[in-house]
């Protein structure tokens, strides 16, 4: 109870920055250079100027723009987020056909650079400066300078074109129509490269941030009593070291859940992917202003929403935290 | 001078010096090797590396020399990252500094900006501002600039919070310096080691979103830009793969010599932190 009444209270912190993210996306999209009808009049082939006058008027163009502003932040409190002109349906619509596929590839993504930074980490720590080491350390740093679109695709020459093992692109194959279990697996062939892809620079950087923190933790006192008691390196390792050293490793993904998603536009775009990143790519595009300031407010509602996750889970790997109150 | 005995001792720092010194060679040559628009027309589209003496890294899908532009994208990419680095430094500097200095509502203020500038997903924001600003190599390293500050700005602040109340910050107060004299000239330079480490990890970052954002065919078109490279290669993936992988080859040594030769000065600038690993 105490733990989510202070995730609780860093949530409501919150809502201040999602205020001022939203003031400062409309203020600076007011800067762009044509709108969502001059998008729209080039789409159909022009016309006249009485005619994007009316158009205007219509998506509620013509207000001025602190009336915009206001319009569009009480139709966001109730959660409506306008109609985009591209597509011909509500953004809300849109965003929520695209953001499975994204929320897939991020939690493939993390599961995968966490538990194998986590590894790749302990092992690093155990082997100091010993070649297990020297060789874990040095991938990290290759992974970690490896630019993540540029390895998907030489992935995709590597394991689908040469070797055709993986599919290249998509989240599953339109050609067949498959169910049950065989969807799954269907969709987790498609979902390898993308993981690996978004993974890798996390992968270097969890197991960089993990190895340090072994380090420290190793070094502390508590470590030196559990080893006097005569408990094997393993156990002390397992028991004590690891739920310690671990906590720096959670902090790091509520800071990185906005890179992350940053990471997808591209990872997404490489690989076809019918995400969210792809939407704010098409979107630029396309100047749909109305869907790209909707997949910046999803996408801080989605950052905020994994750091209260984090918070909560740090709470209950720190007892120290919730009993501070 | 110790500082740079110790930086010098570093393996790690000294590969990355020497990695970093030949990019900067390759940028600075660029017009000696290849006086003629990297992004002219050279020859046959599509010649593979070694195929034609002339093209030692062979042709790109328009028949543009792929060495060239590796040459020219170095000097782009350089650039870009280290103005991208000073304005993300400027602007974190200044609002870490005003934060952790004054404390209270100023802090509280500065820091709801920065944890908006951290919410938003920094390549969706750069996505955002080069939508609406155009995608000059201006606006995009200004762009850059722009998403990367908020970590400089906390690290500044955290610098900051534990140096202000430290006697000698205390007694130049007494004496009645100014607050300017007491930020720039005795607060600033003992929080500026971390923050230099953690530029290294900036321009990183910098020269990563750059050449995403080229990739993507969303940064400057007139500019060779390795990035631009890749994206352009893309389209012949299947068969002519070489196109894309020279250029991302380029990349990954870059970042990989800017984050050793910021392993390295950490190491030299933390003794304290060096001497566990």
């Known amino acids: ?321 919730s009993a501070e109150e | 001078m110790r500082a740079l005995r110790a930086f010098l001792r570093s393996p790690a720092a000294v590969i990355g010096s020497v990695i970093l010194l030949a990019v900067l060679v390759m940028g600075v040559s660029a017009h000696w090797f290849y006086p003629g628009d990297p992004l002219g027309l050279a020859g046959r589209p599509l010649q593979w590396p070694g195929q034609n003496p002339r093209f030692p890294l062979g042709t790109d899908p328009s028949g543009r020399d792929i060495a060239a532009q590796l040459f020219h994208g170095a000097r782009v990419s350089l650039l870009i990252g280290f103005v991208a680095t000073a304005i993300a430094a400027l602007i974190g500097i200044a609002i870490g500094a005003l934060a952790g200095f004054y404390g209270g509502a100023v802090d509280t203020a500065l820091m709801r900006v920065t944890e908006a500038f951290q919410t938003v997903p920094n390549f969706l924001l750069l996505l955002v501002l080069v939508a609406v600003f155009g995608s000059t190599i201006e606006t995009v390293t200004i762009a850059i600039g722009i998403v990367s500050w908020p970590p400089v700005a906390r690290l500044t602040r955290a610098e900051f919070l534990t140096l202000r109340t430290r006697d000698f910050v205390q007694a130049c107060r007494v004496q009645g310096l100014s607050d300017a004299h007491l930020i720039l000239r005795e607060v600033l330079p003992n929080a500026l080691p971390p923050v230099i480490v953690y530029a290294s990890v900036v321009m990183a970052v910098a020269i990563l979103l750059e050449s995403a954002l080229a990739f993507l065919q969303l940064s400057d078109p007139n500019v060779p830009s390795w990035g631009n490279l890749i994206g352009l290669g893309r389209n012949v993936l299947r068969t002519e793969w070489y196109v894309s992988a020279i250029p991302g080859v380029a990349i990954l040594l870059t970042i990989l010599g800017v984050s050793l030769v910021g392993q390295g000065l950490n190491d030299a600038l933390n003794p304290r932190l060096a001497s566990g690993r």
């Not at chain 1, 001025?64 to 319009?71: E, F, I, K, S, Y």
């Not at chain 1, 109609?83 to 590839?105: D, F, N, Q």
């Not at chain 1, 969709?187 to 978004?198: E, F």
């Not at chain 1, 397992?238 to 997808?264: C, E, F, K, Y």
């Open chain 1, 1 to 321: 109870m105490r733990i989510l009444r202070l995730a609780g209270r860093r949530l409501a912190a919150s809502l201040p920055t999602l205020l001022i993210i939203l003031a400062g996306m409309f203020l600076l999209l007011q800067l762009a250079p044509g709108d969502t009808v001059d998008a729209l009049m080039a789409q159909i082939g022009g016309g006249d100027a009485a005619f994007a006058a009316e158009m205007r008027r219509f998506y509620g163009l013509d207000a001025g723009v602190p009336a915009q502003l206001w319009n569009y932040l009480s139709r966001l409190a109730t959660l409506d987020l306008g109609h985009s002109a591209i597509y011909g349906k509500s953004v809300a619509t849109v965003i929520l056909e695209r953001l499975p596929a994204t929320l897939l590839l991020m939690v493939s993504a993390l599961s995968f650079a966490f538990s194998f930074g986590l590894v790749l980490g302990v092992i690093a720590a155990r082997r100091v400066n010993r070649w297990p080491d020297t060789l874990i350390s040095t991938l990290g740093l290759i992974f970690y300078a490896t630019p993540s679109f540029w390895f998907g695709l030489m992935a995709i020459v590597v394991f689908s074109v040469h070797l055709q093992w993986l599919p290249a692109g998509g989240l599953s194959d339109i050609t067949r129509s498959l169910s049950g279990l065989a969807a799954v697996v269907d969709v987790a062939r498609h979902l390898v490269l993308p993981t690996l892809t978004l993974g890798l620079i996390f992968l270097a950087i969890y197991l960089r941030i993990m190895r340090a923190s072994m380090l420290e933790v190793l070094s502390l006192d508590f470590v030196r009593t559990a080893r006097a008691k005569g408990l094997s390196e393993t156990r002390v390792v397992a028991r004590h070291v690891l739920r310690n050293a671990m906590l720096p490793m959670v902090t790091l993904i509520g800071l990185q859940a906005g890179t992350m998603l940053g990471g997808s536009v591209v990872v997404e775009s490489v690989f076809a992917l019918p995400g969210l990143g792809r939407l704010a790519y098409e979107s630029v595009v396309q100047r749909d202003l109305n869907t790209l300031l909707g997949i910046i407010f999803v996408s801080a509602l989605l950052v905020i929403a994994i750091n209260f996750l984090v918070d909560i889970l740090y709470a209950r790997l720190d007892p120290r935290i």
